[in-house]
């Protein structure tokens, strides 16, 4: 999900970066929004792709290049697509304990409340799809969507691994 920011944020990361001569990481801090915002308003269209010898049009483009120059772990093949290695990347993530703990908590009190992750995405106040993601281990929320997870779910124990979710 991409945040989006207003053109008076825009405008402001623009000008820290022109005449304060900060860095992304000292521009995020001032103003409040994420260094990968920070980065693709400042740094990013000052790179050029080498396949074609011009700045990247997009932030998209972009990341497919990076993608397609990853070497998939255990081979010397590259990633095909940036699809190809976000699935990879969502496959790692699928297990890991916390992940696979989450998701076992999250199918087991749905089941003992007898209620559904359409349910869970309402209470919690997000979407579908992310529930979907969480039930497939193949993602963890942050820190406040997990707490009103884990209220909606009425959750009163938690496993050890879970634990570093709240602090």
Not at 32 to 51: A, F, I, Q
Not at 67 to 82: L, M, N, Q, W
Not at 102 to 120: D, V, Y
Request: hydrophobic residues 30%; positive net charge.
């Amino acid at each position: 999900m991409v945040r989006r920011i207003s053109p008076e944020v825009v405008e402001k990361i623009h000008t820290l970066f022109k005449d304060g001569n900060l860095s992304p990481y000292e521009i995020a801090r001032q103003t409040g929004v994420s260094y990968g915002l920070v980065y693709v308003e400042t740094r990013l269209p000052k790179r050029v792709n080498p396949d074609t010898g011009r700045q990247f049009s997009s932030t998209r483009e972009y990341g497919h290049y990076m993608a397609r120059h990853r070497v998939r772990p255990g081979t010397k093949d590259y990633f095909e697509s940036r699809t190809e290695y976000e699935n990879f990347r969502a496959n790692q993530r699928s297990q890991r304990e916390q992940n696979i703990a989450f998701a076992e908590l999250i199918k087991c009190r749905l089941n003992s409340l007898g209620k559904t992750q359409n349910w869970l995405a309402g209470e919690a106040e997000t979407s579908k799809q992310l529930i979907s993601l969480y039930v497939k281990a193949k993602s963890i929320p942050g820190k406040e969507r997990f707490i009103k997870i884990i209220s909606a779910l009425k959750v009163e124990t938690l496993p050890d691994c879970l634990e570093g979710l709240i602090d």
